[in-house]
DNA sequence: CTAATAGTGTCTCTCAGACACTATCCG
DNA sequence: CGGATAGTGTCTGAGAGACACTATTAG
């Protein structure tokens, strides 16, 4: 049997393969908190209680693993997030009442006012604040996926500018170190953190100001690019 | 219905579901060199194509992902890597063609005494340096995930000691100097590295010494928790 | 003017890079 | 002794932390 033969022979149903499910854990940040995004889940098992947006592969919908969680993603938030990045896989037979399941679990960030109106008219998706999430029961084991991002997403503001992804377009120096700040724990030094986005060469100066009280804040946008730049000296934790 | 019910009812292969694979991307150091552990298939498809180790779940086996990973290495190796890390997940309707796949990768680490015999007994198994793999068509896509693997390794070199677990049980201070350089590809000041292992406190003195030629060079052994440890400062690139 | 927020100047301290030095073994 | 490798002393420079300072708006 040559492999062509093999190939039109095989299949792939005839084995035992674990159910593929991709989720995704969306931050944002507004009224100086940080937020997730969670579903109500309306379908057994762990019908009616909330969790993480995801699902299962369409195989005929998905080309990849990206594509599937983008595309659930879009269904809540009506817009592809302008950053995600893979978290981890987790895959056990105990995790899911069903059956041995994996889940291919994604971090991505959004601005809370890119996609605010569309999460308002979609009944089962909502905002919820960190602290919230953490003291919620979430479906299968989505507490774990949440813990995980969030911990990976405090240690990429000590070397990255990632979080600037969960700003609007056009920010103020001032609101991204806020982001970092409540990411990290801590305050930052105003001049630490300008000196390094300074060095980096990382923000487009877009020339405008914004006011709201005191003087005028310079606007800033990422450059696309900063999504993989990383400090070679991190921030003090 | 209630969820009883529904699980009762419910037939996991009543659905489509993609293949589940798991590989590893093993990497020794032996004689100044990087090595990786690849195998050649003995089925189709790319039957008679080296690859990385690996492949189907288990589900009367293996309780997790990661347990897979460890059978998997351990038949070739005879045991289990002192190291291991989950490295990305790969998934889409084109790496395989027997149908829509994902595979789980992993990056481990092994001293290549401790398993040296065994993978001379295993037929199908052997090392080859990272220069050879890297001009070498692998099955499927283990080419891109040989590439990450090595690109993560070598981010990794930079500030934490990971690289460590390629060396045997106890070791000197120039060798694990040697492996970090191989994988950063530069050589490394002395001084540099030594300050920043005792400031660190990541290793246990033996008090025994090694001689070859020249003065005898302490060995030491890694502390388990070496494995999480990051540098907070980055050695340059 | 004051209040408020944006943005800068500058000192200290830590730690990586560089490199010369000393130490301990062999023959 | 010299050759080889292990290990240290010490200076320089980059960059984070700290914090006081100036700048620009409104009222």
């Given at each position: 049997?040559?492999e062509?033969?093999?190939?039109?022979?095989?299949?792939?149903?005839?084995?035992?393969?674990?159910?593929?499910?991709v989720?995704?854990?969306?931050?944002?940040?507004?009224?100086?908190?940080?937020?997730?995004?969670?579903?109500?889940r309306?379908?057994?098992?762990?019908?009616?209680?909330w969790?993480?947006?995801?699902?299962?592969i369409?195989?005929?919908q998905?080309?990849?693993?990206?594509?599937?969680?983008l595309?659930?993603?879009?269904?809540?938030?009506?817009i592809?997030?302008?950053?995600?990045?893979?978290l981890?896989?987790?895959?056990?037979?105990?995790?899911?009442?069903?059956?041995?399941?994996?889940?291919?679990?994604?971090t991505?960030?959004?601005?809370?006012?890119?996609?605010?109106?569309?999460?308002?008219?979609?009944?089962?998706?909502?905002?919820?604040?960190?602290?919230?999430?953490?003291?919620?029961p979430?479906?299968?084991?989505?507490?774990?996926?949440?813990?995980?991002?969030?911990?990976?997403?405090?240690?990429?503001?000590?070397?990255?500018?990632?979080?600037?992804?969960a700003?609007?377009?056009?920010?103020?120096?001032?609101?991204?170190?806020?982001?970092h700040?409540v990411?990290?724990?801590?305050?930052?030094?105003?001049?630490?953190?300008?000196?390094?986005?300074?060095?980096?060469?990382?923000?487009?100066?877009?020339g405008?100001?914004?006011?709201?009280?005191?003087?005028p804040?310079?606007?800033?946008?990422?450059?696309?690019?900063?999504a993989?730049?990383r400090?070679?000296?991190?921030?003090?934790?």
């Open positions: 049997m040559n062509q033969e093999y190939l039109a022979k095989y299949d792939k149903n005839a084995y035992l393969s674990p159910l593929v499910t989720d995704g854990v969306l931050f944002t940040y507004h009224e100086e908190t940080l937020k997730v995004l969670i579903v109500e309306a379908n057994y098992p762990n019908k009616g209680m969790g993480l947006p995801g699902g299962f369409d195989e005929t998905d080309k990849t693993l990206e594509h599937a969680i595309r659930k993603l879009k269904e809540k938030t009506g592809i997030p302008p950053y995600i990045e893979q981890c896989t987790i895959g056990n037979d105990s995790r899911d009442k069903r059956g041995w399941s994996v889940t291919v679990c994604y991505a960030l959004i601005a809370y006012q890119a996609c605010q109106h569309n999460i308002d008219s979609v009944e089962s998706a909502k905002w919820v604040t960190i602290d919230e999430i953490e003291n919620m979430l479906a299968f084991d989505h507490n774990e996926l949440y813990r995980q991002a969030r911990e990976r997403l405090k240690q990429k503001s000590l070397y990255s500018i990632v979080p600037g992804f700003l609007p377009d056009v920010f103020t120096l001032t609101e991204l170190q806020r982001v700040e990411l990290i724990g801590k305050t930052l030094q105003k001049k630490s953190f300008r000196r390094r986005l300074e060095q980096a060469d990382l923000l487009i100066d877009t405008e100001k914004r006011q709201e009280t005191g003087r804040a310079n606007l800033y946008r990422l450059k696309p690019e900063s993989d730049y400090f070679i000296r991190n921030l003090e934790f």
